[in-house]
T-cell receptor, first 115, second 113 residues
Framework: DTAVSQTPKYLVTQMGNDKSIKCEQN?????MYWYKQDSKKFLKIMFS???????INETVPNRFSPKSPDKAHLNLHINSLELGDSAVYFC??????????????FGEGSRLTVL | DQQVKQNSPSLSVQEGRISILNCDYT??????FLWYKKYPAEGPTFLIS?????DKNEDGRFTVFLNKSAKHLSLHIVPSQPGDSAVYFC????????????FGTGTKLQVIP
């Protein structure tokens, strides 16, 4: 039973399209994240939600809109896709209570290719 | 501005020998340091961490060393095994709030049987 699951795992689409990636965690964690790994393998945080509330937004273009219907789900919607959006997007979760240890639980990633 | 740096993109080590992966950071506010391991087509998984109040943390074959004055940490794997072949990400977080974890670009370790 996967702890953090993302769908779809692969997504190929044309420039200008709108697409969504879904994420669900069954760990009972309070906080969920979206990370982007670009072609240089740099893993960078995009957003973080705690109990459905946006707490981190790392100057991501507003074409990217996260939505958290409940604390177990965090979806990422991308409008007007551009070539530079091609990357692997990782969802992650963590338990916020307790010390800030930085331990994150990641999904398997969703590889987005924009043609 | 890359606050966590892994200057070696790859490393090859013979099975049974020690693997040493290095990481440098620039942000003095970081107080927790972590290593994540990533296999192809999988997400990163947490491996080991160290608080800034310590200089060493050990977990089985894995040991992380922290040198705060040099803003440097390293991961030692002894003995290295072929199953350790993966990409290793160094990461850091600053306390006092929500967990914003900053990652390095990773070092690909190959353990040769």
């Amino acid at each position: 039973d996967t702890a953090v699951s993302q769908t779809p795992k692969y997504l190929v689409t044309q420039m200008g399209n709108d697409k969504s990636i879904k994420c669900e965690q069954n760990l009972g964690h309070d906080t969920m994240y979206w990370y982007k790994q670009d072609s240089k393998k740099f893993l960078k945080i995009m957003f973080s939600y705690n109990n459905k509330e946006l707490i981190i937004n790392e100057t991501v273009p507003n074409r990217f809109s996260p939505k958290s219907p409940d604390k177990a789900h965090l979806n990422l919607h991308i409008n007007s896709l551009e070539l530079g959006d091609s990357a692997v997007y990782f969802c992650a979760s963590s338990q916020q209570s307790g010390p800030n240890t930085g331990e994150l639980f990641f999904g398997e990633g969703s590889r987005l290719t924009v043609l | 501005d890359q606050q966590v740096k892994q200057n070696s993109p790859s490393l090859s080590v013979q099975e049974g020998r020690i693997s040493i992966l290095n990481c440098d950071y620039t942000n003095s506010m970081f107080d927790y340091f972590l290593w994540y391991k990533k296999y192809p087509a999988e997400g990163p998984t947490f491996l080991i961490s160290i608080s800034s109040i310590k200089d060493k943390n050990e977990d089985g074959r894995f040991t992380v060393f922290l040198n705060k004055s040099a803003k440097h940490l390293s991961l030692h794997i002894v003995p290295s095994q072929p199953g350790d072949s993966a990409v290793y990400f160094c990461a850091a977080s600053a306390g006092g709030g929500y967990q914003k974890v900053t990652f390095g670009t990773g070092t690909k370790l190959q353990v040769i049987p």
